[in-house]
């Protein structure tokens, strides 16, 4: 072991990675996406939207030390998954970090809960992770190989993090159906990638993420309620930050985070494991 291997600077470096982030113009995505750029990394962001991918792109690059490339594509449509890993593969070698993001949800009431949602989300934010990272897998395949050989004392290896929810670990408060079924999908596809590819040097993990300052607003507007009581089931009581979700996949990307495999971390100030008792009366 050398002791400068152990100092924050080298056990959190991403600099230098690529990295792509599907959904990356905006919320969480942008939020990973601003932590990769700001520590030094080559980051493609994706979205439908090719003008709010170039407006982040521009937001970005202007803050450093790294770069980000916008590349737009439909994620809902397999042909642009296809394309989207093409023009990746046509710009870079290999692809050191796939954060697969985007993501859409759906609410509605048991009654009127429509099938256009279960098609919808069960393609976007499982089947397309699928198909995205079957597509990557050359590239992370090559990641793997430039960091090590089996059977070395270390192999820097390359990573798969799926952003999911706490709606995929424990049932909703509220009725999210299609929603909640493909995250728990994804948190086991996430495993499944895990057991299989860690053969070959490419780690998979869930980032479960819980309620970001996007959907608190909407869930209070939804809910008819006061963002009182949405962190009053959260334990630390408060809505996460883009700091909390940045720096969860900075550690799983960089050296800190390299042996861990096929976990499913809950960034959300404990709302998974919130005792009812203790959730206060408002
Ligand atoms: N916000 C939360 O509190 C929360 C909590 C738990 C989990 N999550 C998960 O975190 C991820 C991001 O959520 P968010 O709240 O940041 O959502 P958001 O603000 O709605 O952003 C979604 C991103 O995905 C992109 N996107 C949507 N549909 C797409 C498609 N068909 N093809 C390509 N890109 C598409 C959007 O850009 P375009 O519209 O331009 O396509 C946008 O960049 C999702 O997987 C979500 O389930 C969020």
């Known amino acids: ?75 809902q449509q397999l042909s642009e998954v296809e394309r989207l890993a093409k023009e990746l593969g046509a710009r870079e070698k290999v692809l050191h970090v796939l954060v697969n993001n985007a993501g859409a949800a759906w609410g509605d009431s048991v009654d009127d809960y429509p099938d256009a949602a279960w098609s919808k989300l069960l393609t976007l934010n499982l089947q397309r992770v699928f198909n995205l990272t079957q597509k990557c897998l050359p590239l992370l395949r090559a990641a793997a190989e430039q960091g090590g050989k089996v059977g070395e004392s270390y192999r820097d290896p390359a990573r798969i993090i799926n952003i999911g929810s706490v709606e995929g670990t424990h049932v909703p408060g509220h009725e999210t159906y299609a929603y909640a079924a493909s995250k728990a999908g994804l948190h086991h596809l996430s495993r499944d990638f895990a057991g299989r590819l860690g053969y070959e040097g490419i780690t998979s993990n869930t980032l479960a993420c819980g309620t970001s300052p996007l959907n608190y607003a909407l869930m209070a507007h939804t809910l008819e309620t006061t963002g009182d009581v949405i962190t009053a089931a959260v334990p630390l009581r408060r809505v996460g930050s883009p700091e909390d979700v940045a720096g969860t996949c900075i550690y799983l990307a960089s050296r800190a985070g390299a042996y861990v495999n096929g976990a499913t971390i809950h960034v959300d100030g404990g709302s998974v494991v919130a005792k009812p008792t203790f959730v206060p009366k408002l």
């Open 1 to 75: 072991m050398s002791f400068s291997s152990m100092e924050i600077g080298s056990l959190f470096d991403v600099k230098d990675k690529v990295v792509l982030v599907t959904g990356g113009s905006r919320g969480i995505g942008k939020m990973i996406a601003t932590g990769f750029v700001r520590n030094g990394a080559t980051v493609y962001i994706s979205s439908r939207s090719a003008k709010a991918c170039a407006d982040t792109e521009k937001e970005l690059n202007a803050l450093g030390a790294g770069t980000c490339i916008a590349l737009p594509a439909d994620m």
